[in-house]
DNA sequence: TTACAGAAATTGGTTATCCAATTTTGAGTT
DNA sequence: AACTCAAAATTGGATAACCAATTTCTGTAA
């Protein structure tokens, strides 16, 4: 049969049509000079400027509204965010759900960060750090914390240590990665009854902070972040990875 | 007035709606044991299942996909992918181009992560990543490089090693972080000249990952970032910081 | 029995219309 | 001139109808 072939339009035809105007959506924001919180045109006008239909702006509105990027509010409009919602991390999770592998990835990325992030804490660090620091340490040494307090504590006190290193970019992945992890870490503490031991291996990390030592600092956290990636894979271990529809919040 | 308070159902209204709705479509996926490849309900029956309408529905469907944990198919259905998108680090991308103060971080982040991958690229390399890296050399190398090709060797060589550490994390937000600073990248080899001195210093980094000396890799990159750095600055400071609407595709 | 057209049903995509709520406007009053 | 308050305009949100393309079913011819 030789009809002739349907003309390839593109070899990759698994480019989404929205990533396109994703793209156009982004060059008209930085042409404005959009800066966080100013609002962006109606819907109708900026679909009409844009060329496309509403629906397909909305959902790239929507989406990028999801991850954090946009505010989208009923009745007044659409305005430029500069935050980061948990909702990529928790889409993350599921991507990680789905392949393993990844999940020691994920594991591994957080421990370099995390060195790293305490490295350039103990050279950054200013007298406000310091005071905030301690004062997580001291909420974790309370006595009467539950298993899930203590690990809120624990997850500001890393989250603190990274606003220390002064490094936006990196404490962000960091975040991000931490909220994919903090359903884990939960179990961890909560199954081994391992505060004494987690909060015994956070104060060395403090003092070498406070001390502006940056390598004791990433030797103490690489320590810290050794123990708790080998309990966390013993802990993955005894249970399999099924039910993951629980939740924060 | 003695009216009592409007009760403060919530402190954080800023609680999409949506968020929920994601909860309830992972649950719902999770509970059906769907796997990559699977397809989902049709959009107007999960809708119905799910409570909601459709086009909410749909907004969700829309920003998963675009996150490539799925996969919408005109006239077929939509189905399970295991996430992977380069959009992933596009968002993270987005994230910080809003707050170009962010620059330096981002420099810093690429630095650092370029380190750790090199010391772990040195520990987990096959021999199939040494030749793949020699081979870039190798083509780096060639004298009738024009400045952008030589940069676009350079940037594959550098996600080469990436590659080569095995972990899929972390060389995503390199990938991220390098191609927001491709631009510059190309600047500092155009307007220096530098190809020579960029080339010897990637040739220890690569005898360092040959020989399996992760300890060596990371001094090797670590003074090849530092002075790469030193000469975006120089660089930035020539021109100041104006456009930032750029892209690769 | 098998192969193959063609129709029917189902799919995601798009558009148009309406809705509720907020914001803005401006006349009227003090 | 300043303030009130209601009406009108504008906003994002939701729904329903429609469209094009794919898939599936079915009946007929080989």
Redesign the pocket.
Known sequence: MAMDAPLPVETEDHEP?EAELIRKLMDYLTAEKMRPGMRL?????LAEKLGV????L?HV??SLSLLGVLE???????FVRNGTTDLLPRVLEWGVFLSPSRAEAVVEARRTLEVELAGLAAERRTGLDIGRLQHLIDQMSRKDNTASEYVDWDVQFHLAIADAARNEVLAGVLRSLQSMLSVWATRVIVSAGETETSLAMHTPILHAIIDGDAESARVAMRAHMDRATRRLYATIAADSIESFSQKTT
């Open positions: 049509p045109p109606a819907e109708r006008q239909g509403r629906a397909a909305r509105l929507k989208m509010k009923p009745s007044a409009g659409t």
